[in-house]
């Protein structure tokens, strides 16, 4: 009998947190599949953030870190400083990565640091209860957005993805989406070559992942994936920004 | 090794770091330091190693959590305004009970404050610094050969504990030359392999490096683990150096540079025939606390000197235990006290001792 799905070696089995609808689950299968598939799992060092995934490190069944808020990708750098031949990976949110940590994101890109980064984009902070964050859509309502984002006042929603492309160290930027199955395949797909960046040693890769939120989007889950694919997706478009041959 | 050689106090320091198998360096340009990571980016590829010049100072404290968690001996160092933005990692380091090694090259605060030397730097070195119920040891050379000494003791110490170790100096330390000997060189191949560090999960169960308890009994259970460390620390990690405290009548207590300015003091009060000793305490976390309680059953009266506007005297007092007086001077701000202006202190105290 050939076995056509399984649970993932590379996650525990340890029952996720995350709200009904939440899409970190989606993601978090996505890269313990690929590390599973890359044959990696015994040589991969992860780093978890502060957020809703901050207990990733509980889930992942690789040797993990959990960070301080936006310094995941420098402890992967003291990581992979040590253990250059280990392949190491920061899992981080838009609060995380987009604001407290743009320097360290920035930086370690630029570096052309060998690690792959999964930046979870929400458009919110989630852990902490639905506040605006730098990624949160012009007029999007938030617990500190109350009236909508206000470009005026609270700036723009910031694009990472491009942002990170034009710095020379980087090697692999791609922005995926899970709100469909079609869209989960191809997210595979760029969290497969981000690793595989990673394992060539080419320098830096991120793949931005956009993901749901019903829970303070205020909406049920059908809902919170549709509203995704017609808000967020115009926004932040898909595709792969940078791709070092 | 063996022979002595002429050396800048922080160059000495990283040497030491390297003879002690350290083989990583993660930091940010701040005076009065910047010859000590200067010093690590020509020699550490020369050993194999790797020198990172980050992109802030918080950075670099969170790649030495990386690379501590990692398994590795790791040196970062500062000075005061970058030691304050290092804190979020330290105090991650102690909470995940990683060692690692920090260097304070202490200047005048607070905010950007000066560049000159100071000890201002004392509560924040000893009583926190950064977040949460945790202690560093803390290791103040008064010397350059001393530095370097404490130095390979500080990662032994780090490992021992798995606990931060910080060396604090200031820019006097740092800037002077002195002759020194590296009386032993470590191999990193030779040391004891850390079975708790992140290599990649190979055959075993996963490790994790963390400081997060969210169950309040569990922060409790793992906030007296780390207190009963401390208390092993404050049983065993005391170091200081006594001068002259045979006859002594008042005692001064000082560390660092202030220490050898102490002893010029000393011997131009004695001059005068006044008698007075010095203790000197080179741990001040855990502090040398016993000593000073049995010189108050001893001696007339203390003298604290700091360059501070006092921080160790309060622990000076607590030692006490108000069995005598404590006075304080200090020169603040940058400012150097001299041997004479000591011993005006000292005259002035002599007085009442009568």
Same mark, same amino acid.
């Given at each position: 009998?050939?076995?056509?799905?399984?649970?993932?070696?590379?996650?525990?089995?340890?029952?996720? #947190?995350?709200? !009904?609808?939440?899409? #970190?689950?989606?993601? #978090?299968?996505?890269?313990?599949?690929?590390?599973?598939?890359?044959?990696?799992?015994? @040589?991969?060092?992860?780093?978890?953030?502060?957020?809703?995934?901050?207990?990733?490190?509980?889930?992942?069944?690789?040797?993990?870190?959990?960070?301080?808020?936006?310094?995941?990708?420098?402890?992967?750098?003291?990581?992979?400083? *040590?253990?250059?031949?280990?392949?190491?990976?920061?899992?981080?949110?838009?609060?995380?990565?987009?604001?407290?940590?743009?320097?360290?994101?920035?930086?370690?890109?630029?570096?052309?640091?060998?690690?792959?980064?999964?930046?979870?984009?929400?458009?919110?902070?989630?852990?902490?209860?639905?506040?605006?964050? !730098?990624?949160?859509?012009?007029?999007?309502?938030?617990?500190?957005?109350?009236?909508?984002?206000?470009?005026?006042?609270?700036?723009?929603?910031?694009?990472?993805? @491009?942002?990170?492309?034009?710095?020379?160290?980087?090697?692999?930027?791609?922005?995926?989406?899970?709100?469909?199955?079609?869209?989960?395949?191809?997210? =595979?797909?760029?969290? +497969?070559?981000?690793?595989?960046?990673?394992?060539?040693?080419?320098?830096?890769?991120?793949?931005?992942?956009?993901?749901?939120?019903?829970?303070?989007?205020?909406?049920? !889950?059908?809902?919170?994936?549709?509203?995704?694919?017609?808000?967020?997706?115009?926004?932040?478009?898909?595709?792969?920004?940078?791709?070092?041959? | &090794?063996?022979?002595?050689?002429?050396?800048?106090?922080?160059?000495?320091?990283?040497?030491?770091?390297?003879?002690?198998?350290?083989?990583?360096?993660?930091?940010?340009?701040?005076?009065?330091?910047?010859?000590?990571?200067?010093?690590?980016?020509?020699?550490?590829? @020369?050993?194999?190693?790797?020198?990172?010049?980050?992109?802030?100072?918080?950075?670099?404290?969170?790649?030495?959590?990386?690379?501590?968690?990692?398994?590795?001996?790791?040196?970062?160092?500062?000075?005061?305004?970058?030691?304050?933005? =290092? &804190?979020?990692?330290?105090?991650?380091?102690?909470?995940?009970?990683?060692?690692?090694?920090?260097?304070?090259? &202490?200047?005048?605060?607070?905010?950007?404050?000066?560049?000159?030397?100071?000890?201002?730097?004392?509560?924040?070195?000893?009583?926190?610094?950064?977040?949460?119920?945790?202690?560093?040891?803390?290791?103040?050379?008064?010397? *350059?050969?001393?530095?370097?000494?404490?130095?390979?003791?500080?990662? @032994?110490?780090?490992?021992?504990?798995?606990?931060?170790?910080?060396?604090?100096?200031?820019?006097?330390?740092?800037?002077?030359?002195?002759?020194?000997?590296?009386?032993?060189?470590?191999?990193?191949?030779?040391?004891? +392999?850390?079975?708790?560090?992140?290599?990649?999960?190979?055959?075993?169960?996963?490790?994790?490096?963390?400081?997060?308890?969210?169950? !309040?009994?569990?922060?409790?259970?793992?906030?007296? =683990?780390? +207190?009963?460390?401390?208390?092993?620390?404050?049983?065993?990690?005391?170091?200081?150096?006594?001068? +002259?405290?045979?006859?002594?009548?008042?005692?001064?207590?000082?560390?660092?540079?202030?220490?050898?300015?102490?002893?010029?003091?000393?011997?131009?009060?004695?001059?005068?025939?006044?008698?007075?000793?010095?203790?000197?305490?080179?741990?001040?976390?855990?502090?040398?606390?016993?000593?000073?309680?049995?010189?108050?059953?001893?001696?007339?009266?203390?003298?604290?000197?700091?360059?501070?506007?006092?921080?160790?005297?309060?622990?000076?007092?607590?030692? *006490?235990?108000?069995?005598?007086?404590?006075?304080?001077?200090?020169?603040?701000?940058?400012? *150097?006290?001299?041997?004479?202006?000591?011993?005006?202190?000292?005259?002035?105290?002599?007085?009442?001792?009568?």
């Amino acid at each position: 009998m050939k076995l056509v799905a399984g649970y993932p070696d590379s996650l525990t089995e340890k029952p996720f #947190h995350y709200c !009904p609808g939440c899409t #970190h689950g989606i993601i #978090h299968r996505l890269v313990a599949e690929v590390i599973d598939e890359l044959g990696i799992r015994e @040589e991969t060092i992860g780093v978890a953030p502060v957020g809703c995934s901050v207990l990733a490190y509980e889930y992942f069944d690789v040797d993990m870190f959990e960070a301080s808020h936006g310094r995941a990708p420098a402890v992967a750098t003291g990581v992979k400083r *040590v253990h250059p031949d280990k392949i190491v990976f920061t899992y981080q949110g838009d609060g995380d990565l987009a604001s407290i940590g743009t320097a360290e994101i920035i930086h370690a890109a630029n570096r052309g640091e060998k690690i792959t980064t999964i930046f979870v984009n929400n458009a919110i902070y989630g852990m902490t209860g639905g506040q605006m964050a !730098p990624t949160t859509l012009v007029g999007q309502k938030t617990t500190t957005s109350p009236f909508g984002r206000d470009t005026n006042t609270a700036g723009h929603p910031i694009k990472i993805s @491009e942002m990170l492309s034009v710095l020379d160290g980087s090697a692999y930027i791609a922005r995926v989406s899970v709100h469909d199955p079609k869209h989960i395949r191809q997210a =595979k797909k760029a969290i +497969k070559k981000a690793f595989q960046v990673q394992i060539e040693g080419k320098g830096f890769a991120l793949v931005e992942v956009l993901s749901a939120c019903p829970t303070n989007w205020g909406m049920a !889950p059908v809902e919170a994936v549709k509203w995704l694919a017609d808000n967020m997706v115009p926004t932040y478009p898909l595709g792969e920004f940078k791709e070092v041959e | &090794m063996g022979e002595k050689i002429l050396m800048k106090g922080n160059e000495a320091i990283a040497e030491a770091a390297i003879k002690a198998g350290c083989r990583y360096f993660f930091g940010y340009p701040i005076t009065p330091q910047n010859a000590l990571p200067e010093y690590m980016s020509r020699r550490l590829p @020369e050993v194999g190693g790797v020198f990172l010049q980050a992109e802030s100072e918080v950075a670099a404290s969170n790649m030495v959590y990386g690379a501590a968690g990692a398994g590795a001996r790791v040196l970062t160092s500062s000075s005061s305004p970058g030691i304050s933005l =290092k &804190m979020e990692g330290i105090s991650y380091i102690a909470g995940a009970e990683l060692p690692a090694v920090i260097v304070n090259m &202490m200047r005048g605060g607070p905010g950007l404050g000066g560049i000159q030397p100071s000890q201002s730097d004392y509560f924040q070195a000893t009583k926190g610094g950064g977040h949460g119920d945790y202690r560093l040891v803390v290791l103040a050379p008064s010397s *350059v050969q001393e530095a370097v000494d404490l130095t390979m003791e500080a990662f @032994e110490i780090a490992d021992r504990y798995r606990n931060p170790v910080m060396i604090v100096g200031d820019g006097i330390i740092g800037q002077m030359m002195e002759p020194v000997e590296f009386k032993k060189e470590i191999d990193p191949a030779d040391l004891p +392999k850390k079975d708790w560090a992140t290599d990649g999960a190979k055959g075993r169960e996963k490790n994790v490096i963390n400081s997060l308890f969210l169950d !309040p009994r569990e922060l409790e259970k793992h906030n007296l =683990k780390l +207190k009963a460390k401390y208390d092993k620390m404050k049983e065993k990690e005391v170091r200081y150096e006594t001068y +002259k405290m045979d006859d002594a009548e008042l005692v001064i207590v000082a560390y660092g540079t202030t220490a050898r300015i102490a002893l010029s003091a000393i011997e131009l009060a004695r001059e005068k025939g006044i008698k007075v000793g010095l203790i000197r305490p080179i741990s001040l976390f855990p502090f040398p606390e016993k000593i000073i309680a049995e010189a108050a059953g001893k001696v007339n009266s203390f003298l604290v000197v700091e360059m501070s506007a006092g921080q160790m005297v309060e622990d000076v007092r607590l030692a *006490v235990n108000g069995k005598k007086e404590v006075y304080f001077y200090g020169r603040t701000g940058g400012m *150097v006290p001299s041997p004479e202006e000591i011993v005006e202190e000292i005259v002035k105290i002599g007085g009442a001792i009568k």
